[in-house]
């Protein structure tokens, strides 16, 4: 039998060994041959579930489909997804208006926690069975997902993989985008858009942890309890309230230090009249367009910053600094509490398109979430 020249990827099968207990490293168990479709049935299955946009369109272009297991590369680890966030991006990329970027699967899905099943050479203290959420650049809604080990985290303490696969997108985004480009300090005032959304929810206990009096707006009582609930000093009806008015007057006409948008459209001019001198505007979505005329003599006159940013298509080098500064600075809050996700709606992969409707239905409160186990 001729072995590969690249060294094998090791496999664990949690239901084969039953309960692990955390730190210890299972005997490996090697693969001969590739792709990971050639392993004994007892091993791992030749296929999983996974969705795919048929064509780029509305959720009735989600399709549920199989497919063989991917295999883990040098760096790369298998996950054995238990859960998978839905995010704004994974529609924007089913309208065909995200592609993925260059080497990334088309499969849709940024974040994911589970248990890791097979290992590729070089991933570090990584180890068989253990359990991890993961950003990453695609392949989420699927049953097996491929991990960039630099990009898997620890389940922090006292959370569910549920809970911890809703961490990795919004996490990273806000901590990047209002602490680094934001330059967020203690002591600032930040008004963040829909208050109630995935991204709304974390940025508001962040900022909140973070020593800052947060400003949030959102439609409707309910979601203004819920922004409340989680922190948020004023919150603004955005359907009844013009929210340039209403941040002067919760400022005393002074105005906020940080914004976090993910409106753009005939937001961003608005914003620019909501920002204190030295303020910074940190954009992150263009929901209402990214074309539209503006003013910029406040950005000249009031000292201001514009600036943005994307995640998805970094390097693997940058997402892992971002990474490494997350568990330093913010899974500690995590642990302790004060930053916790909050769940809207568990659907089963067969439901995803359910899951898309909610999402652009903009009905949800917290994180829309998949169970791959469902």
Same mark, same amino acid.
């Given at each position: 039998m001729n072995l590969?020249?690249?060294? /094998?990827?090791?496999?664990?099968?949690?239901?084969?060994?039953? &309960? =692990?207990?955390e730190g210890q490293r299972i005997a490996p168990t090697y693969v001969i041959g590739s792709p990971m479709s050639n392993l004994p049935k007892s091993e791992l299955p030749q296929t999983m579930r996974q969705i795919r946009f048929a064509r780029p369109g509305g959720p009735e272009v989600i399709a549920l *489909?199989?497919?063989?297991?991917?295999?883990?590369?040098?760096?790369?680890?298998?996950?054995?997804?238990?859960?998978?966030?839905?995010?704004?991006? $994974?529609?924007i990329q089913r309208t065909g208006a995200y592609p993925p970027p260059p080497g990334a699967p088309d499969i849709p899905g940024l974040e994911v926690a589970g248990t890791i099943v097979a290992l590729g050479p070089e991933c570090g203290d990584l180890a068989l069975g253990g359990t991890v959420t993961a950003l990453v650049a695609g392949g989420g809604y699927a049953e097996f997902c491929l991990v960039d080990a630099p990009l898997a985290m620890p389940v922090p303490e006292g959370l569910s993989l549920l809970d911890a696969a809703a961490?990795? *997108?919004?996490? /990273?985004?806000? =901590? !990047?985008?209002?602490?680094?480009r934001g330059? #967020?300090?203690?002591? *600032?005032?930040? #008004?963040? +858009?829909g208050g109630s959304s995935g991204i709304g929810?974390?940025?508001i206990q962040m900022a909140k942890a973070w020593g800052a009096r947060v400003i949030t707006s959102a439609r409707g009582e309910e979601k203004g309890v819920f922004c409340r609930e989680l922190g948020a000093d004023?919150?603004? $009806?955005?359907?009844s309230q013009d929210?340039? &008015?209403?941040?002067? !007057?919760?400022?005393?006409?002074?105005?906020? !230090?940080?914004? #976090? !948008?993910?409106v753009g459209g005939d937001y961003i001019p608005r914003n620019l009249r909501c920002l204190a001198l030295d303020g910074r505007l940190v954009q992150i979505a263009f929901l209402r367009g990214s074309k539209v005329e503006v003013d910029f003599r406040h950005l000249m006159v009031k000292r201001l910053t514009f600036t943005g940013s994307t995640l998805r298509p970094r390097t693997l080098d940058q997402k892992a600094a971002i990474v490494e500064a997350v568990k330093r600075d913010i899974w500690p809050l995590v642990v302790s509490g004060a930053i916790r996700p909050r769940i809207d709606t568990v659907f089963p992969l067969a439901k995803t398109r359910e899951a898309h *409707?909610?999402?652009?239905?903009? +009905? +949800?409160r917290g994180k829309i979430m998949l169970d791959l186990g469902a």
């Amino acid at each position: 039998m001729n072995l590969p020249a690249w060294p /094998l990827p090791q496999v664990f099968d949690p239901l084969r060994w039953g &309960s =692990y207990a955390e730190g210890q490293r299972i005997a490996p168990t090697y693969v001969i041959g590739s792709p990971m479709s050639n392993l004994p049935k007892s091993e791992l299955p030749q296929t999983m579930r996974q969705i795919r946009f048929a064509r780029p369109g509305g959720p009735e272009v989600i399709a549920l *489909e199989t497919a063989p297991l991917p295999v883990p590369g040098n760096g790369q680890v298998l996950v054995k997804v238990a859960f998978a966030g839905v995010n704004r991006p $994974d529609c924007i990329q089913r309208t065909g208006a995200y592609p993925p970027p260059p080497g990334a699967p088309d499969i849709p899905g940024l974040e994911v926690a589970g248990t890791i099943v097979a290992l590729g050479p070089e991933c570090g203290d990584l180890a068989l069975g253990g359990t991890v959420t993961a950003l990453v650049a695609g392949g989420g809604y699927a049953e097996f997902c491929l991990v960039d080990a630099p990009l898997a985290m620890p389940v922090p303490e006292g959370l569910s993989l549920l809970d911890a696969a809703a961490l990795p *997108e919004n996490v /990273l985004t806000v =901590y !990047d985008n209002i602490i680094t480009r934001g330059r #967020l300090a203690k002591g *600032e005032t930040f #008004l963040v +858009h829909g208050g109630s959304s995935g991204i709304g929810s974390i940025a508001i206990q962040m900022a909140k942890a973070w020593g800052a009096r947060v400003i949030t707006s959102a439609r409707g009582e309910e979601k203004g309890v819920f922004c409340r609930e989680l922190g948020a000093d004023v919150v603004i $009806d955005y359907g009844s309230q013009d929210f340039v &008015s209403a941040v002067l !007057d919760a400022t005393g006409k002074r105005g906020v !230090d940080v914004i #976090l !948008d993910m409106v753009g459209g005939d937001y961003i001019p608005r914003n620019l009249r909501c920002l204190a001198l030295d303020g910074r505007l940190v954009q992150i979505a263009f929901l209402r367009g990214s074309k539209v005329e503006v003013d910029f003599r406040h950005l000249m006159v009031k000292r201001l910053t514009f600036t943005g940013s994307t995640l998805r298509p970094r390097t693997l080098d940058q997402k892992a600094a971002i990474v490494e500064a997350v568990k330093r600075d913010i899974w500690p809050l995590v642990v302790s509490g004060a930053i916790r996700p909050r769940i809207d709606t568990v659907f089963p992969l067969a439901k995803t398109r359910e899951a898309h *409707e909610r999402m652009e239905a903009s +009905h +949800h409160r917290g994180k829309i979430m998949l169970d791959l186990g469902a």
